[in-house]
Structure formats: C-alpha cells, structure tokens
C-alpha cells in the first residue's frame, strides 16, 4: 500500500465479537493501526499511547482502531485490563493485514517467521491513504501521528 492508495473495505469482529464494518468510517478520517499481540511489553506501550490520544483525536472525530489476530476475547480483556477506549479488531486469518502488506517475514533472534508488521495508517476522508508508518518503533511514533495529524487537519 501507498499514499493515495484506497484503503481496503474490512469487516472484523470487535472486542464484543460484534462485526465492525469499515463502512461506518465513511466520510471520517481514522487511524487504523497493526500490532502483534495482546499485552506484550511494546503492544502494550503503543496502545497506551494511542488511547492516552485518544481523547484528543476524538474531539477532532478522528477514531482510532488496533488490529491483532487476537481473539475478541483476548482484546475484551486487554481493554479492560489497561482501560483502552479505541476499536480492537480480530484478524484472525490475516486478511486485512495480508491485503495491506503488513503481514510478512520477521526475523527475533535470528529466526525468520511470519507475522504482524507494526503499522500505522492514517486513512483520509475519501477513504485513501494520507500517511503510513511500518516497521514501527513505538517510541515516539504517537508523536509523529500526532503531528501529522495537525499538518493534515491545516492543509
């Protein structure tokens, strides 16, 4: 995915299993953003970082969305456990991170696997990509997020 590019329709379960449709995001900007899993140690850090925004980003009407392949279950608990306000999807096969391409080779310890590349969109009012971030480090990327947030918003 690129800049420009139409982010993709999705419907995933919630932290509820309630389906969420991305259709419910037309006409709004949101940012949408991947991570690995449920309460690891820079999971954990970047979801609170989002939701210590998320305030802010809301009194914009700007929403903000975490997907993991976790379970709704997993992310019930990890809402309630760290008192997160924001969307948590479950994709469970990896089908909206392969179609966004942050789903691929990683290597921890010298051993290569398959999982969640850290990303972070920011999907525009059309529905298309502003601003994209992957192979995240969480320290300071709710800054960088937060900043080009404001650029967009005085465009």
């Known amino acids: 995915m690129n800049i420009g590019d139409h982010f993709p329709e999705f419907r995933l379960p919630d932290e509820n299993g309630e389906p969420f449709d991305s259709s419910s995001l037309s006409g709004l900007r949101y940012i949408i ?3 690995s899993k449920d309460g690891t140690p820079g999971c954990t850090r970047e979801a609170e970082d989002f939701n210590g925004r998320y305030a802010k980003f809301m009194m914009m009407n700007i929403p903000i969305i975490g997907v993991s392949k976790d379970t709704p279950e997993s992310h019930s608990r990890f809402r309630q456990k760290y008192g997160l306000k924001m969307k948590l999807l479950s994709d469970a096969d990896a089908g909206l991170m392969r179609e ?25 009012k059309d529905g298309r ?7 995240v480090r969480v320290d300071g990327h709710i800054d960088d997020v937060n900043d080009r947030i404001k650029a967009l918003n005085n465009q």
């Open 33 to 35: 953003y991947f991570y």
């Open 100 to 124: 966004t391409g942050v789903w691929g080779k990683k290597k921890n310890y010298g051993k290569e696997y398959e999982g969640t590349i850290r990303s972070t969109f920011i999907v525009g």
């Open 129 to 135: 990509i502003e601003a994209m971030w992957t192979n």
